[in-house]
């Protein structure tokens, strides 16, 4: 199967059932705050961008489930809703303000007095809204290029992982099955005959895997070393566990996160062939590494 289907067979998670994330049930109640308050009145083309942004998270998570781009849509959208009531309260602060000066003009004396203190209290706290409604505008300017930036990161994450995968697919056989994808590598190419290290030309190809696996950063790896029927049953699992533990060392020693990669034994216990010629035995020397999918398509 080729990167583009493995990748697409992983991300298909059924939206129908998929719980929305917290950010858009909070950008939801933003809006619904939003369009039921005075802002509705005083600031629609606002409350009309917040509906567009929210209408733009709610396709998103209809067409896709809970992704990160739906995530950054249902955030935008909230900030939106709360921009929308953050110039109401500005307009109104105005407003106030406006009436009081228009008040203050026909008092004298101590009322005016008194009155300009009220006036200079009003403008002192349109000012503060001011500043908290600058404030939201740089927050959303940045949740904006954050999330750019995120995907555009994502988009190259993908790239390297399949240019990674199409080179590997050159010195390994690869196949997908429910336990994960599966890369094979012939244990001739890799040991000598009854030996557990690594030969010269082996670590050639355990770099291409290498350079594959840290591209699967959401993903546990399995290396499982088996053998053929030469020898005596624990010997070949004793033979296939150090096997498996001397690839997984090298891959770790190229970068991929210790914590993500477990090394199994299997021996001769699960043949893809009999052991009836040499040519089958060979084929059962192998060592396998198994990507598991990813842990929020399982």
Same mark, same amino acid.
């Given at each position: 199967? #080729?990167?583009?289907?493995?990748?697409?067979?992983?991300?298909?998670?059924?939206?129908?059932?998929?719980?929305?994330?917290?950010?858009?049930?909070?950008?939801?109640?933003?809006?619904?705050?939003?369009?039921?308050?005075?802002?509705?009145? !005083?600031?629609? %083309?606002?409350?009309?961008?917040?509906?567009?942004?929210?209408?733009?998270?709610?396709?998103?998570?209809?067409?896709?489930?809970?992704?990160?781009? %739906?995530?950054?849509?249902?955030?935008?959208?909230?900030?939106?809703?709360?921009?929308?009531?953050?110039?109401?309260?500005?307009?109104?602060?105005?407003?106030?303000?406006?009436?009081?000066?228009?008040?203050?003009?026909?008092?004298?004396? #101590?009322?005016?007095?008194?009155?300009?203190?009220?006036?200079?209290?009003?403008?002192?706290?349109?000012?503060?809204?001011?500043?908290?409604?600058?404030?939201?505008? %740089?927050?959303?300017?940045?949740?904006?290029?954050?999330?750019?930036?995120?995907?555009?990161?994502?988009?190259?994450?993908?790239?390297?992982?399949?240019?990674?995968?199409?080179? !590997?697919?050159?010195?390994?056989?690869?196949?997908?099955?429910?336990?994960?994808?599966?890369?094979?590598?012939?244990?001739?190419?890799?040991?000598?005959?009854?030996?557990?290290?690594? *030969?010269?030309?082996?670590?050639?190809?355990?770099?291409?895997?290498?350079?594959?696996?840290?591209?699967?950063?959401?993903?546990?790896?399995?290396?499982?070393?088996?053998?053929?029927?030469?020898?005596?049953?624990? %010997?070949? *699992?004793?033979?296939?566990? #150090?096997?498996?533990?001397?690839?997984?060392?090298?891959?770790?020693?190229?970068?991929?996160?210790?914590?993500?990669?477990?090394?199994?034994?299997?021996?001769?216990?699960?043949?893809?062939?009999?052991?009836?010629?040499?040519?089958?035995?060979?084929?059962?020397?192998?060592?396998?590494?198994?990507?598991?999918?990813?842990?929020?398509?399982?």
């Amino acid at each position: 199967m #080729k990167l583009v289907g493995w990748l697409a067979m992983a991300m298909l998670v059924g939206c129908g059932t998929t719980l929305p994330p917290p950010g858009l049930i909070s950008a939801r109640a933003a809006f619904a705050h939003a369009s039921a308050s005075r802002a509705a009145q !005083l600031q629609p %083309t606002q409350v009309y961008e917040a509906k567009q942004a929210l209408d733009a998270a709610e396709a998103k998570f209809k067409d896709e489930g809970v992704t990160p781009d %739906t995530k950054d849509l249902a955030y935008v959208a909230e900030r939106k809703a709360q921009y929308a009531e953050a110039m109401t309260d500005v307009t109104l602060f105005r407003q106030a303000y406006e009436q009081a000066d228009k008040d203050m003009r026909a008092l004298t004396g #101590k009322q005016l007095e008194n009155y300009q203190q009220k006036l200079a209290e009003q403008q002192a706290d349109l000012e503060h809204q001011k500043q908290l409604t600058e404030a939201e505008k %740089t927050n959303a300017a940045q949740a904006r290029a954050d999330a750019e930036k995120e995907h555009a990161a994502r988009l190259e994450a993908e790239r390297r992982m399949k240019q990674a995968i199409e080179d !590997l697919a050159k010195i390994a056989a690869i196949k997908e099955e429910q336990r994960g994808m599966v890369i094979t590598l012939t244990g001739n190419v890799l040991f000598a005959s009854g030996r557990w290290e690594l *030969l010269p030309g082996a670590q050639i190809k355990l770099n291409e895997v290498g350079e594959a696996l840290k591209a699967q950063k959401d993903r546990d790896i399995t290396v499982e070393g088996h053998t053929d029927n030469q020898g005596t049953v624990q %010997t070949n *699992l004793d033979l296939g566990q #150090k096997r498996a533990d001397s690839v997984r060392a090298y891959l770790v020693s190229r970068g991929v996160d210790a914590g993500r990669i477990t090394a199994t034994g299997i021996g001769q216990a699960r043949p893809i062939t009999d052991n009836s010629t040499a040519e089958n035995r060979a084929n059962n020397r192998r060592v396998e590494i198994i990507i598991a999918p990813a842990k929020e398509a399982r």
